[in-house]
């Protein structure tokens, strides 16, 4: 991670979990409906985390499908995969791409570290966003940078910097100031721009989904919903979002969980005071990780809450997939009726 971002990162957590004043204020149920332990350990910890996957000490990589039995080169983190192959980055070597059933690595002539990237099927090419705010399209085969683009600077970022996806033949880039670029697929064009924030600080794209015929984009400070005619959205200051279904599910960095159609209408919220939520997985109910060592099992339509304690307060790195959640060497798994 470079250091810009990890010194922007440790501040805005510093932020985050003091208050206004002197005094600090902690989640404290008075109901816990009892204590839940850990289901195993990890070969390795968690050294660092992305918005697809979280890297361990020893190479290997947490997706959303789970611990892969691959091993990235030493010092190399996790940034995007593709069937066979992965693109990761190093803070003091150059970007790769990393083919983990044949172990041959193509190094990239990128000038600067990758923190976003997508594969783009059925070709050659990767979408990019790189340290500065610079995006474009390179091809890993013919080593050329196919287009690139500047956008604003960002001074900071959250560290869930959103990958670039895929909508029929167009790319859409999420840049570090907010912003949502539509490129062509072939040459790699700009076609269009959509704001998604406008905040000063850590005003990346941390979220990116379609859902129906809506696309799903947020900021740490606000989630839009954009349709072919119209575009809604919410100011919101967010720790998390959940997609389940057709419905959204934002929590808020003061507590609040609130249930969201796809226009991002609110359908029902539930307000835990204090609450610092780091993330959250899904089955039968919704299952939010708290901060300050705690699991808040809610049903969908967030009627009512359920609170159980995890064996360690929130401190270090935490990666969540649909089912399971990992924390430093250790993980929970949502285990379905």
């Known amino acids: 991670m470079n250091f810009q971002i990890k010194i922007a990162f440790l501040a805005f957590s510093l932020l985050f979990f003091m208050s206004g004043c002197s005094e600090k204020h902690y989640f404290e149920p008075e109901d816990i409906k009892g204590r839940i332990q850990y289901d195993g350990e990890l070969p390795a910890e968690i050294v660092e985390v992305g918005y697809s996957g979280a890297t361990l000490k020893n190479g290997q990589v947490i997706t959303q499908k789970g611990l892969q039995n691959y091993h990235l080169p030493k010092d190399y983190r996790f940034i995007n995969s593709y069937n066979d192959l992965?693109?990761?980055?190093?803070?003091?070597?150059?970007?790769?791409?990393?083919?983990?059933?044949?172990?041959?690595?193509?190094?990239?002539?990128?000038?600067?570290?990758i923190v976003a990237a997508m594969f783009i099927p059925d070709t050659t090419k990767l979408a990019f966003v790189l340290e500065g705010?610079?995006?474009?399209?390179?091809?890993?085969?013919?080593?050329?940078?196919?287009?690139?683009?500047?956008?604003?600077?960002?001074?900071?970022?959250?560290?869930?910097?959103?990958?670039?996806?895929?909508?029929?033949?167009?790319i859409?880039?999420?840049?570090?100031?907010?912003?949502?670029?539509?490129?062509?697929?072939?040459?790699?064009?700009?076609?269009?721009?959509?704001?998604?924030?406008?905040?000063?600080?850590?005003?990346?794209i941390i979220f990116l989904k379609v859902i129906g015929n809506r696309l799903v984009a947020a900021t740490p400070h606000r989630i839009i919903s954009v349709s072919p005619k119209i575009m809604d959205a919410q100011n919101i200051e967010i720790s998390d979002v959940l997609f389940v279904e057709d419905g959204i599910y934002i929590l808020s960095k003061d507590g609040t969980i609130y249930l969201c159609d796809e226009s991002l209408k609110i359908l029902a919220e539930k307000k835990l005071p204090f609450a610092h939520f780091v993330g959250a997985i899904y089955g039968e109910f919704i299952y939010v990780v708290e901060k300050e060592g705690y699991i808040i099992a809610l049903d969908l339509n967030l009627a009512s809450a359920n609170i159980f304690e995890i064996p360690d307060e929130i401190e270090n790195w935490f990666y969540s997939t649909k089912d399971t959640f990992y924390y430093e060497k250790y993980f929970f798994k949502l285990h379905q009726q």
């Open 172 to 204: 859409l880039v999420p840049t570090l100031d907010g912003k949502l670029v539509i490129m062509g697929k072939k040459e790699g064009k700009r076609v269009r721009e959509i704001i998604v924030g406008k905040g000063e600080d850590f005003n990346n």
């Open 86 to 113: 992965v693109v990761a980055a190093s803070d003091c070597k150059p970007n790769i791409v990393f083919n983990k059933k044949t172990n041959e690595v193509i190094k990239l002539n990128l000038k600067r570290r």
């Open 133 to 170: 705010n610079s995006y474009g399209i390179y091809d890993f085969k013919e080593q050329k940078i196919v287009s690139k683009y500047q956008s604003d600077k960002a001074i900071s970022a959250d560290i869930r910097i959103a990958n670039p996806m895929m909508l029929a033949d167009l």
